[in-house]
């Protein structure tokens, strides 16, 4: 079984930053197809951000582009997300999320992709 964990939410005021980061354990990290997701009060998870194995081609959700930034280091176990020019549009539960490199023909945007999943942090951005 896989434990994903978040850590480093908070509270910023619009323009501010957070940084996020996540570990995964109970699999070999680099086999692990991870990924951010988010989900405000009201709405359905959303995906925000995913890259492949070695922290290359990242992929972004329209509405983070050029904000948020992802990152992985698989020698650390860590999955990290880097969120700049905070809106409070970005305010939500943020998710890290992971399934086996295993799994072929999964779309990486569509949360039912992911087996593993953290508790979420909360991202609360004020006007």
């Known amino acids: 079984q896989v434990q994903v964990a978040e850590s480093g939410g908070g509270l910023r005021q619009a323009g501010g930053s957070l940084r996020l980061s996540c570990t995964a354990s109970g699999r070999t990290f680099s086999r692990l197809v991870m990924a951010w997701f988010r989900q405000a009060p009201g709405n359905e998870r959303e995906f925000v951000a995913t890259?492949?194995?070695?922290?290359?081609?990242?992929t972004y959700a329209d509405s983070v582009k050029g904000r948020f930034t992802i990152s992985r280091d698989n020698y650390k176990g860590t999955l990290t997300l880097q969120m700049n020019s905070l809106k409070p549009d970005d305010t939500a539960v943020y998710y890290c999320a992971a399934f086996s490199d295993r799994k072929t023909g999964a779309d990486y945007s569509d949360p039912k992709s992911y087996d593993y999943w953290g508790q979420g942090t909360q991202v609360t951005v004020s006007s």
């Open positions: 890259c492949n194995w070695l922290g290359y081609n990242p």
